[in-house]
């Protein structure tokens, strides 16, 4: 078969032939994320353009460059919608951020700490674990004066534990701080001053960022760029006293939870809303795109949206890098069918109808190949090539002698049941004492 038609660039089907292994992550994370006292936060996929331009800033990549803005219709009769001034969601903070304060979730709570799984959108170019469409499991974690280091430390190792249960081993955590606003306005006096004798050589891109954002030239992807970056030395003394203390609480709770961590002075993540401290995830086997996740605190970003004076911090990790990191690890899968009901004759079929209803009422997830076959081999291939545990054949000899054989298809055994016409009690039993 060839469609006509392939699903857009930069997108992917998530198909039945995957999808254990997003069920997977998504149900080990809710588990993780529960223990710790998270709650899940779904926000619409888009929200007002001017929402993300405000908080993630004017200049970062992401507004500039990556925003997908919903087309604008032409409001020509009474049911007509305009678009315009919409995009759709290129991560997810801003919209937590717009939900708790419109939703005034301080007054109901001291402290929120949400999660959320669910799609992102971004015009990137597409490429090897890049995409326009992609999935994070995030975490914001809001509340009056909840600026607190241990707190900080919990969100990162919070970070790490989710990797190391999905199965990952090999990432590296890194961390900085930025400190206040002030602290952070220094950062960037200090750092134009120090890249300003090479600016001339810095690729084109760095110099338009020198002026508008020169944090991201720090991040920028030009090899020449990267070299002057690693001589430009800025040190901590940028940091109020206050700043470098709360830094290095952060740094002692989290050698007091062992969680390994660098200290990475260039790290500075591109958007506005950062400060104090930020901290990303590498995977060692994932090339260019190596970031697994990111994330760090952002004070101000509460009042800058129009709420008061709340603390915040959060973290996003991308699920589609953290399967490219997986590979082909084997992970459990989460929903084989209990049993698949084979008849094997007109007569058969009927009774295999019933008893699929039966089952179903109890719970038993069940499925029944709807023709029957008389060959015993087409019928146990078709099994073999479905995941499932329990194969329950109703063949000639079966049907004469009042009883069904159920194949266990994974211990590779079999066993005789007789039943008394529509009694499927004993199959019902087995199957319970089984899979339930
Ligand atoms: P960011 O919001 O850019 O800090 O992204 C957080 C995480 O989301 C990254 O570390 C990646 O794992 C993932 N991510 C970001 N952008 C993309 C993308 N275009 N395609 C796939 N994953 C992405």
Same mark, same amino acid.
Request: aromatic share 8%; with cysteine.
């Given at each position: ?241 206050? &700043?470098?203390? $709360?830094? *290095?609480?952060? #740094?002692?709770? =989290?050698? /007091?939870?062992?969680?390994?961590? +660098? ?105 029944? &190949?709807?023709? $029957?076959? *008389?060959?015993? #081999?087409?019928? =146990?291939? /078709?099994?073999?090539?479905?995941? +499932? ?48």
């Amino acid at each position: 078969m060839q469609s006509k038609f392939s699903c857009p660039r930069g997108t992917t089907d998530i198909t039945p032939f995957d999808i254990s292994r997003w069920d997977n992550i998504e149900r080990i994370s809710k588990q993780i994320l529960t223990c710790y006292n998270y709650k899940e936060i779904r926000t619409p996929l888009f929200e007002e353009t001017e929402l993300f331009a405000r908080s993630m800033g004017q200049s970062s990549d992401v507004v500039c460059k990556q925003m997908l803005n919903l087309a604008a219709q032409q409001k020509d009769d009474q049911d007509g919608v305009t678009l315009s001034g919409l995009s759709l969601r290129p991560e997810n903070t801003a919209s937590v951020v717009r939900s708790y304060i419109q939703n005034g979730f301080d007054r109901k709570e001291p402290i929120s700490k949400l999660f959320y799984i669910g799609p992102m959108f971004r015009g990137e170019r597409p490429q090897k674990g890049r995409l326009r469409q992609f999935n994070q499991i995030g975490v914001e974690v809001l509340g009056p004066n909840t600026a607190q280091p241990y707190l900080d430390a919990e969100i990162i190792s919070l970070s790490v534990h989710l990797l190391k249960s999905l199965g990952l081993e090999k990432f590296q955590l890194k961390i900085n701080t930025l400190g206040t606003p002030e602290d952070k306005e220094n950062f960037s006096q200090m750092l134009r001053q120090a890249l300003k004798p090479y600016r001339k050589e810095l690729s084109e891109y760095s110099q338009q960022r020198f002026e508008r954002n020169v944090f991201r030239v720090l991040d920028s992807k030009d090899a020449a760029d990267q070299e002057i970056v690693k001589k430009v030395h800025i040190g901590l003394s940028y940091l109020s006293t206050e &700043s470098q203390h $709360y830094y *290095a609480q952060v #740094k002692e709770a =989290l050698m /007091n939870l062992d969680v390994d961590f +660098v200290e990475d002075q260039h790290l500075v993540r591109g958007l506005d809303y950062y400060t104090h401290t930020v901290f990303e995830i590498c995977g060692s086997s994932l090339g260019s795109q190596d970031a697994l996740g990111a994330g760090g605190r952002y004070n101000n970003l509460v009042r800058q949206l129009g709420g008061g004076d709340i603390d915040a911090m959060g973290f996003a990790l991308g699920v589609e890098r953290i399967l490219l990191a997986l590979g082909d690890k084997k992970v459990p899968l989460s929903n084989p069918l209990a049993a698949y009901i084979v008849p094997m004759s007109e007569e058969a079929l009927n009774q295999g109808f019933v008893l699929m209803n039966v089952l179903r009422q109890e719970n038993i997830s069940c499925d029944l &190949s709807y023709k $029957y076959s *008389a060959k015993l #081999k087409n019928v =146990l291939s /078709n099994a073999n090539k479905m995941d +499932v545990h329990t194969v329950i054949l109703l063949g000639e000899e079966e049907m004469k002698k009042h009883c069904v054989t159920l194949k266990d298809m994974q211990q590779k055994k079999e066993e005789t049941i007789s039943i008394k016409g529509n009694d499927f009690s004993k199959i019902i039993n087995i199957l319970k004492e089984r899979y339930n």
